[in-house]
């Protein structure tokens, strides 16, 4: 039995050597991705379900099935397309019963199976963390985290500066996300924690010993690392995660479109995909993301994590530099008097940082192949949304160094830009970093006049920050450095 594209099939082989065939077309699945396959023998007929109806039958011998004494399910993939990929991110579960079961057995059977993804439960029936936990909003005196449980529960966060976990924090409510802050820490420490959970059942389950780093004293070097729209290959984010934890940066710039489209009636994205990719990094290392369409309407993202200001857009300050982080969505509010654009101008006068950074989903410029104007059906590229005009100029006249952004699956960075042109002085570098997991995209076939480095592929950022140097490296999924540069403060 297996799937190729929008066709399943089923062959059943017979003792006499005779074996039939069916296979039949599918249509999308359950929530764009979800797909229920089940075929039966009844000793009669073979069936082919999909999603509770069945989609193909036929008369067959009855006969008895090869091998039927010691059966086993094997389970195979072809998976040259996606290399970062392991059977268990396809196939969720696989079930052998020793009868043929009934469609109204199968649709009950699917019901099941859609509770739990509705809710967002890796498991049907064991206690654990669908969700973290997950560090965000480091600072040199606390850091927030948040974890969520299958089923309600209290939990205890037991932590300190070595494993003996001196302090505790008591979260006694019964619930399925919680968050909580760790207070009164020491800059620029190492912490050890672990946070227990309890149902009201009186099960208990533990997320095993992890650790944390504060953040740094303004004067203190620093790293961190970007991506950007993780979207619906957790197998890519996982990798990434695993070449990031290699780099131990303070923490991770995630640029939006977390989830390919995580809305409140798809809450299954955050759990299956984001949640069980980037959860053995975001256990450790702190994550400061921007919301990207993939999550507009800001359910989850703000359930999920606590941040400063609105949440949904905030500054936040590590070692001597400043970062805000906008919430691109919102058209209006980018432009002139709108409230991002108000509120970005007035904390921008107001920031003393040596280094000035921004951080939002969508692409102020691009030379992607296609997303604002088909370049191979010779239409004219806007080479980036022009909604971000007015912010261009905010971002030059405030001394903004970098600008961070995703929303096109590939890689690109701009030379110094200002004033429409190349400023190897004073101009803004914009770094597009959406290679984390989205499906990837391609380039216009001719050069753009302000592209200094273009890249398909996934990948990840790093930066380092020393005094008034600014370090930048991208590699790609396999740790290949393809990119750098450098810049140097007066």
């Not at 006499?16 to 009844?42: C, F, M, P, Q």
């Not at 057995?105 to 206690?127: C, N, S, W, Y």
Request: aromatic share 12%; proline share 5%.
């Amino acid at each position: 039995m297996g799937y190729y594209g929008d066709e399943i099939s089923f062959t059943l082989n017979f003792e006499n050597e005779e074996t039939r065939t069916l296979r039949a077309k599918i249509e999308k699945g359950w929530k764009k991705y979800w797909g229920h396959l089940v075929a039966s023998y009844d000793g009669q007929k073979i069936r082919l379900f999909f999603n509770g109806e069945m989609k193909a039958e036929a008369l067959a011998p009855a006969q008895k099935i090869r091998s039927v004494a010691d059966a086993q399910v094997e389970l195979a993939a072809y998976l040259k397309q996606e290399p970062a990929m392991a059977l268990a991110n396809l196939v969720k579960s696989v079930r052998l019963y020793p009868q043929a079961l009934t469609q109204n057995e199968i649709q009950e059977r699917l019901r099941e199976l859609q509770a739990q993804v509705e809710a967002g439960k890796l498991f049907p029936d064991i206690f654990h963390f669908n969700a973290g936990p997950y560090l965000h909003l480091a600072t040199p005196q606390s850091i927030n985290l948040s974890w969520e449980t299958d089923r309600p529960a209290n939990a205890v966060i037991e932590y300190g500066p070595d494993q003996n976990l001196s302090q505790t924090l008591e979260i006694p409510e019964y619930a399925l996300i919680q968050e909580a802050t760790l207070p009164n820490l020491q800059a620029n420490t190492t912490y050890y924690y672990r946070v227990r959970a309890q149902s009201a059942e009186g099960q208990t389950i533990d997320s095993g010993l992890l650790t944390f780093q504060t953040a740094v004293k303004p004067e203190m070097p620093f790293s961190f690392c970007v991506i950007g729209d993780t979207e619906s290959r957790p197998h890519v984010n996982h990798r990434l995660g695993q070449l990031i934890w290699e780099e131990r940066p303070n923490f991770v710039l995630h640029l939006g479109d977390i989830t390919d489209g995580g809305f409140q009636n798809h809450k299954f994205e955050w759990n299956h995909e984001y949640f069980t990719g980037i959860t053995p990094l975001a256990s450790r290392i702190p994550i400061f993301p921007v919301a990207g369409n993939g999550e507009a309407d800001l359910y989850w993202y703000k359930r999920y994590h606590r941040l400063p200001d609105h949440e949904e857009f905030y500054q936040f300050s590590f070692g001597n530099t400043d970062f805000f982080m906008l919430n691109s969505n919102v058209n209006a509010e980018l432009k002139k008097g709108g409230r991002q654009y108000e509120w970005l101008k007035a904390r921008l006068a107001e920031s003393k940082a040596t280094w000035k950074l921004v951080a939002h989903h969508h692409c102020p410029f691009s030379s992607d192949e296609d997303d604002f104007g088909n370049t191979w059906k010779g239409e004219v590229s806007t080479q980036g949304d022009p909604k971000f005009e007015d912010l261009k100029k905010l971002y030059e006249s405030a001394g903004v160094q970098v600008v961070f952004y995703g929303h096109v699956h590939a890689y690109e960075r701009t030379h110094p830009l200002k004033d429409g042109k190349i400023d190897q002085q004073n101009g803004v570098t914009y770094i597009k970093s959406g290679g984390a997991g989205g499906h990837l995209e391609d380039f216009a076939p001719s050069h753009a006049w302000f592209s200094g480095k273009t890249q398909r592929g996934h990948h990840f950022c790093r930066v380092d920050i020393v005094g008034n140097v600014l370090g930048f490296k991208m590699y790609d999924l396999e740790g290949r450095l393809k990119d750098f540069f450098e810049i140097k403060r007066p």
